[in-house]
């Protein structure tokens, strides 16, 4: 009757000779689950899978193989793996709701510092996050908006989580996130040391308990099974030390890897090789599991276009993207799927394909800047401690960006570095880790240096994902180099391996062929006799791929039931050169505008990566559409888009004055009117001019590109200005097929800047 009336009696705990096995069974399956998904990060991932699928009535075992296949899907963007991966994340969902009632229920402890079955909301937790995750990945308003209901069962459970975190801290006076000596003990102590063979168990047990022959095989199972894994053993492969090196590159992979003294040299300067302290499997689960999915979970909400960021701040989500970042390094402290994971959307973040923060928002000279000077020394003839701030704030990163300083949230360097080689070093099977490194050195300018480690694999690769995505950044360096020929045939290795969208991979390889077609056009193949000799076969694959092919396939390729964004987007653009072959009765090849694989390019920042002479060659390949070869008048929105890549590409050659000349004469003025007659609250406005729905994508990013413009020739002076070009780009809400992905740049952006 009482608990009719919603009176719960508290359960009753389970007696301790009963808990005793239950607590060490779980822990085993914890640290199984950790194994199988290691050899996953491996490259070898029947091994973990073999593990793991004899159990399919375990949340954690669930939950490890529902990793598996996150990563899968969100490596290779395949409609059917992300829907296996959904599926499975759900399943995972149900048992560690399952399991954590069941553990309340009989007030089973397997922790010291929190309560029963809280392990099981951090498997709740993630399973939500992931599979929201999965859901975004389509880049579509409609899913990104259906996430939301998971994405806020994950906050309201983490929220949960790191109160009792936060109430632990309180009592004892020691932050978790760190390791506490009372119950902890070194990682070189043997199995038979009682505390660590015994550390599972949060209380202490009876002698006949500690003589208990089963108890104390599965106890040393375990504490074996995590001196392993923390010495990362457990996968069978030689020590990380004999492959880990003091930096980044194919150069110095060749140059240091027999050299014993820079082998020494890198383990004693990298953090992330010291060997941690030994906590509870389960304790350790919990704490980085918690930082991982609420440091990723903030900083995915951070990064969501302001259409759905409205949409969030009404339910009650409050994400900050500083918040977030820090969760998500304590993650990549740990030794397990957590602080992979972790460094993975780190280098996302910080160095993949699609940077969310532009490296062109870069921190100005401290020393040059005049703004900072007169405030620091006092010159301004009033203070203003917002401006102080953001001073001090300039000092410490321009100081962390030229690598004198110490590491900071926006410029990590070399702690990112540090990780990154720690990894490679750990799972030397793996080409997702050389994949990254290869990233890394792209977004640093150093493309060929990436073709070549990418080039250096000399193994097959079992991650078909891995391989996808290993030969879609090959393309995408190719083509920042122009290296048109090699970039379509690497795009038919990649559409033998993947099938996330191989109407854009067919488009992207006849927009190649275009480009040599018109390249030989412009006398850029003069030297180049035998390609010169091609371009009547360069023509006919141009149009074959870009008018018959892709749009067939673009039409046919859904994820989740719905077309790609890309898709929608070469469908469109295909359209618009055919009206224009019809208008104007011009062969297909000559109906087309503004290099179309220039305007690929900078959706894959192939502008902030071209080195100078190949933004040279970009200047004049833009150029094609208005000069003497062009065969119909340039149209507006060709015009648009032309003159806001060459505007781009001026800046990025150092050119600023000419760049911005372009932008405030050709571009701005036709998208946005601004002054007196439209004054909001004393300040001059601005009233959009509204444009066609021909390439929807350019009107907010000329905005934006505009905001560089002042950042790049102001610096911290124009601050307040570089802000407001981003507002207005914010401002400019449209629902168009690219809208999520640009909507996240410009929101970055504004973010990074409001932060200094």
């Given at each position: 009757m009482l608990r009719a009336l919603g009176f719960r009696s508290k359960p009753s705990a389970l007696p301790q000779d009963e808990s005793v096995p239950l607590i060490l069974k779980q822990a085993h399956d914890f640290e199984l689950a950790l194994k199988a998904m290691d050899y996953l990060l491996d490259d070898r991932t029947q091994e973990g899978l073999h593990l793991i699928e004899d159990?399919?009535?375990?949340?954690?075992?669930?939950?490890?193989?529902?990793?598996?296949?996150?990563?899968?899907?969100?490596?290779?963007?395949?409609?059917?793996?992300?829907?296996?991966?959904?599926?499975i994340l759900s399943k995972a969902e149900s048992l560690s709701s399952r399991e954590r009632s069941k553990n309340e229920s009989m007030a089973l402890k397997t922790s010291g510092h929190f309560p029963p079955g809280l392990e099981y909301a951090v498997t709740y937790a993630e399973s939500n996050l992931l599979n929201a995750l999965v859901m975004l990945l389509s880049e579509s308003m409609i899913e990104s908006a259906k996430a939301l209901y998971k994405l806020r069962k994950a906050y309201q459970t983490l929220d949960e989580i790191f109160k009792h975190i936060?109430?632990?801290?309180?009592?004892?006076?020691?932050?978790?996130?760190?390791?506490?000596?009372?119950?902890?003990?070194?990682?070189?102590?043997?199995?038979?040391?009682?505390?660590?063979?015994?550390?599972?168990?949060?209380?202490?047990?009876?002698?006949?308990?500690?003589?208990?022959?089963?108890?104390?095989?599965?106890?040393?199972?375990v504490s074996q099974m995590r001196l392993s894994r923390l010495n990362g053993a457990h996968i069978g492969n030689s020590p990380a030390s004999e492959r880990l090196r003091s930096t980044v590159g194919f150069q110095n992979k060749e140059s240091e890897c027999d050299d014993g003294e820079s082998q020494s040299e890198a383990e004693s300067t990298n953090k992330f090789s010291t060997v941690p302290e030994i906590?509870?499997?389960?304790?350790?689960?919990?704490?980085?599991?918690?930082?991982?999915?609420?440091?990723?979970?903030?900083?995915?909400?951070?990064?969501?276009?302001?259409?759905?960021?409205?949409?969030?701040?009404?339910?009650?989500?409050?994400?900050?993207?500083?918040?977030?970042l820090k969760m998500v390094w304590k993650s990549v402290e740990r030794r397990n799927i957590h602080g992979c994971i972790g460094l993975l959307g780190l280098l996302v973040f910080y160095d993949g394909?699609?940077?969310?923060?532009?490296?062109?928002?870069?921190?100005?000279?401290?020393?040059?800047?005049?703004?900072?000077?007169?405030?620091?020394?006092?010159?301004?003839?009033?203070?203003?401690?917002?401006?102080?701030?953001?001073?001090?704030?300039?000092?410490?990163?321009?100081?962390?960006?030229?690598?004198?300083?110490?590491?900071?949230?926006?410029?990590?360097?070399?702690?990112?570095?540090?990780?990154?080689?720690?990894?490679?070093?750990?799972f030397p099977n793996s080409a997702l880790w050389l994949l990254q490194e290869a990233r890394m050195l792209t977004s640093r300018g150093r493309l060929e240096e990436a073709l070549n480690l990418m080039e250096s694999i000399d193994r097959k690769i079992e991650m078909k994902q891995v391989e996808a995505l290993l030969l879609f950044d090959k393309?995408?360096?190719?083509?920042?180099?122009?290296?048109?020929?090699?970039?379509?045939?690497?795009?038919?290795?990649?559409?033998?391996?993947?099938?996330?969208?191989?109407?854009?991979?067919?488009?992207?390889?006849?927009?190649?062929?275009?480009?040599?077609?018109?390249?030989?056009?412009?006398?850029?193949?003069?030297?180049?006799?035998?390609?010169?000799?091609?371009?009547?076969?360069?023509?006919?694959?141009?149009?074959?791929?870009?008018?018959?092919?892709?749009?067939?396939?673009?039409?046919?390729?859904?994820?989740?039931?719905?077309q790609m964004p890309f898709d929608k987007f070469l469908c469109r653009k295909v359209a618009q050169f055919e009206s224009i072959s019809k208008k104007y009765q011009l062969d297909l090849i000559d109906s087309i505008g503004t290099s179309p694989i220039h305007e690929l390019a900078y959706f894959w920042n192939g502008y902030n990566r071209m080195p100078e002479s190949h933004l040279q060659v970009a200047d004049t390949m833009l150029g094609y559409s208005a000069s003497k070869h062009a065969k119909f008048p340039e149209l507006p929105n060709q015009k648009?888009?032309?003159?806001?890549?060459?505007?781009?590409?001026?800046?990025?050659?150092?050119?600023?004055?000419?760049?911005?000349?372009?932008?405030?004469?050709?571009?701005i003025p036709k998208l946005i009117e601004i002054g007196p007659q439209y004054q909001q609250n004393g300040h001059n406005g601005y009233k959009y001019i509204k444009q066609t729905d021909e390439d929807p994508w350019v009107y907010p990013t000329a905005l934006y590109e505009r905001a560089l413009f002042n950042w790049k020739s102001q610096g911290v002076d124009g601050l307040?200005?570089?802000?407001?070009?981003?507002?207005?780009?914010?401002?400019?809400?449209?629902?168009?097929?690219?809208?999520?992905?640009?909507?996240?740049?410009?929101?970055?952006?504004?973010?990074?800047?409001?932060?200094?």
């Open positions: 159990d399919s009535d375990s949340a954690i075992k669930v939950l490890a193989l529902g990793v598996i296949r996150f990563l899968e899907a969100t490596l290779g963007f395949e409609p059917e793996v992300m829907k296996i991966a959904s599926e936060k109430e632990y801290e309180r009592q004892t006076g020691k932050k978790v996130t760190s390791y506490p000596n009372d119950s902890t003990v070194s990682v070189n102590s043997t199995g038979s040391n009682r505390a660590g063979k015994y550390l599972d168990i949060p209380f202490p047990l009876t002698s006949s308990q500690l003589k208990d022959e089963q108890i104390n095989r599965i106890a040393d199972q906590e509870s499997t389960i304790d350790e689960f919990i704490i980085s599991g918690a930082n991982l999915c609420f440091g990723l979970l903030q900083l995915v909400l951070s990064l969501l276009p302001p259409s759905i960021g409205r949409v969030l701040s009404i339910v009650g989500f409050k994400a900050s993207r500083e918040n977030g394909p699609f940077q969310f923060t532009d490296s062109d928002f870069d921190i100005p000279d401290f020393n040059k800047a005049d703004f900072a000077e007169s405030v620091m020394s006092g010159k301004t003839q009033s203070t203003n401690l917002s401006r102080v701030r953001s001073a001090r704030i300039m000092q410490s990163e321009t100081r962390a960006f030229q690598g004198t300083g110490e590491p900071t949230l926006l410029h990590p360097g070399k702690k990112l570095e540090a990780a990154l080689l720690f990894a490679r070093a750990s393309v995408m360096i190719l083509i920042f180099l122009h290296r048109y020929e090699e970039a379509s045939v690497t795009i038919e290795d990649l559409l033998k391996v993947n099938e996330w969208s191989p109407g854009l991979y067919t488009y992207a390889s006849g927009c190649c062929f275009l480009e040599l077609y018109r390249m030989g056009k412009m006398g850029l193949l003069d030297s180049e006799p035998e390609k010169l000799a091609k371009i009547d076969h360069y023509k006919a694959q141009a149009v074959d791929l870009i008018f018959n092919k892709a749009p067939k396939l673009a039409k046919s390729g859904k994820i989740m039931s719905k648009l888009i032309r003159n806001l890549l060459q505007s781009i590409t001026y800046r990025r050659l150092g050119q600023i004055d000419r760049g911005l000349k372009i932008m405030d004469t050709e571009i307040d200005e570089s802000k407001e070009w981003l507002r207005r780009a914010v401002g400019w809400a449209d629902d168009y097929e690219l809208s999520t992905r640009v909507g996240m740049k410009i929101k970055a952006a504004l973010d990074r800047l409001e932060g200094l």
